[in-house]
């Protein structure tokens, strides 16, 4: 998938070693809710395609994230969910714990789904 | 009590989403300047966005209003974000019955983890604002609807004032 390059919102998909890493800066807002959304399903497409163990999501330089986005990262963790037990990959957050909000938020994300997902706070 | 004695700010908004992470900027730096404490004021700014975009997303004719008042009560401070607009009968009915809900549920947290588990799949709108600013924001949330769908949403809390807090009222 090629970068997501607004005004608003940056995004960048890469291979790394047995997975992907997926960097989001600047606002998730109104303004990028259909683009974060097509985002993780591409991302999700690619992990599973390419039978990948873990997903890094780094939001180290991620501003904010309204309730729609954080939604689609709610639907792509259910459709990990979803998934037969042998085909589940691991969803790891790189969190920065300047920015208040991403420890709660996250924290919601750990309980719906506390099997697949890892929070780990690290400051750029 | 006086009313409003930490500060206020009202704004008035037509149909422009791209201001809404701008006016979270500025009523961040307001929280942090009048309660200097930067978890509150993350919880406070985000409740602010939830409440201000969706007062701006469902309005029926783009105009939506946003007051923030800050008061002291002894040596806590109440704060008050009102958002209104002219909503459809529909999205008034839906806010309605989600706050019922949402204010039915002893545990804001367990309810908001319900609620993410009930719309994980959902299509239209996340169905998640007004559960996170419940949880995650720790504020009261209320909906009052009036003539001419005119809809205001307010959600509130006490904080405790903090010594830097107190010595900015002088208090200290």
Redesign the interface.
């Given at each position: 998938m090629p970068p997501i390059q607004s005004a608003?919102l940056k995004a960048v998909v890469e291979a790394i070693d047995r997975g992907l890493l997926v960097r989001l800066v600047g606002?998730a807002?109104?303004?990028v809710t259909d683009t974060v959304e097509q985002l993780l399903t591409s991302v999700h497409q690619q992990a599973t395609a390419g039978q990948v163990s873990e997903v890094r999501v780094d939001l180290r330089d991620l501003e904010?994230m309204?309730?729609?986005c954080?939604?689609s990262f709610?639907?792509w963790?259910?459709q990990v969910q979803e998934l037969p037990e042998s085909g589940q990959y691991r969803i790891r957050f790189m969190s920065n714990p300047k920015i208040?909000?991403q420890r709660?938020?996250l924290n919601?994300l750990s309980?719906?789904a506390a099997h697949l997902v890892t929070i780990e706070a690290a400051a750029n | 009590m006086a009313e409003c004695d930490l500060g206020f700010c009202e704004l008035s908004f037509q149909q422009r989403?791209?201001l809404?992470?701008v006016v979270?900027r500025f009523v961040s730096d307001f929280y942090d300047r009048t309660l200097c404490d930067?978890?509150v004021s993350?919880?406070l700014?985000?409740a602010t966005?939830?409440l201000l975009?969706n007062a701006?997303?469902y309005s029926r004719d783009g105009k939506a209003k946003l007051r923030i008042e800050v008061s002291s009560r002894g040596s806590n401070a109440h704060i008050l974000v009102r958002t209104r607009n002219r909503a459809t009968a529909e999205d008034a009915e839906y806010v309605q019955n989600t706050i019922q809900e949402m204010r039915g549920s002893p545990d804001p947290?367990l309810y908001?983890?319900d609620v993410?588990?009930r719309?994980?799949?959902?299509t239209h709108?996340?169905?998640?604002?007004l559960a996170?600013i419940h949880?995650?924001a720790e504020m009261k949330v209320s909906v009052t609807c009036g003539k001419g769908g005119t809809m205001t949403v307010i959600a509130e809390t006490d904080v405790e004032l903090n010594e830097a807090a107190l010595s900015v009222r002088g208090v200290a």
């Open positions: 608003e606002t807002d109104l303004r904010f309204n309730s729609s954080f939604k709610v639907t963790i259910s208040l909000w709660r938020s919601a309980c719906f | 989403p791209e809404v992470s979270r930067p978890d993350s919880r700014a985000l966005h939830e975009e701006v997303k947290n908001y983890l993410i588990r719309n994980a799949r959902r709108g996340s169905g998640l604002g996170r949880a995650e």
